[in-house]
């Protein structure tokens, strides 16, 4: 699916409340390509590339630009800022409220709405952890306790050397690698154990 027609999709009247945990896993779904599993469970995914600051507002223009019905796709539009901007901040929703032509509160509306949006700047790695039932009953309440332990902040937070931020997802559809947790686009499944989790994060630490 385009990011314009998820924009189409999403921003439809239709969308009921009770309906934002399959809009988390298909905006989730958006950000990943070419996905494949190697020999340990692990899921490789493409992400599109970040770009320096002086970058970030061109490249967002240009995206708006190439859209035929801009206003309907607030919420893709919405999508490509976060993900080369790592957040949405007031200066950045006011500069697409003035591009697709719509109040600034609608924007603000949106993305205060739904919890995959975010306005408050991520740490250099994110790190997801699925929620959905396949995962719940295979441990990721313990998954998540575990991450919180080991990087010694809460479920919403970042560590105070901005490396990780910690979160949580619906379903993402990789259920038969349960429980998962996703970090940068990449998958991390079958994690049972305590040492599974710290050797994966420690491939995203800077080598001391």
Known sequence: MSVSNLGTALSSESVEINEVG???KNAFLHLISEVSVDDHGHVHA???GT?????FEQKLDDYIDSLIHKKENLIGVLHYAQEIYGYLPDNVQWHIAQKLGIPSAKVYGVVSFYSFFTMIPRGEHVVNVCTGTACFVRGADKLKEELEKQLE??????TPDNLFTLETLRCVGACGLAPVMIIDGQVHGRLSTAKEIHEVLAKYRPES
């Open 51 to 55: 770009a320096s600051p002086n970058e």
């Open 153 to 158: 902040i809460n479920a919403g937070e970042t």
């Open 22 to 24: 399959n809009i988390k």
């Open 46 to 48: 493409g992400m599109c």
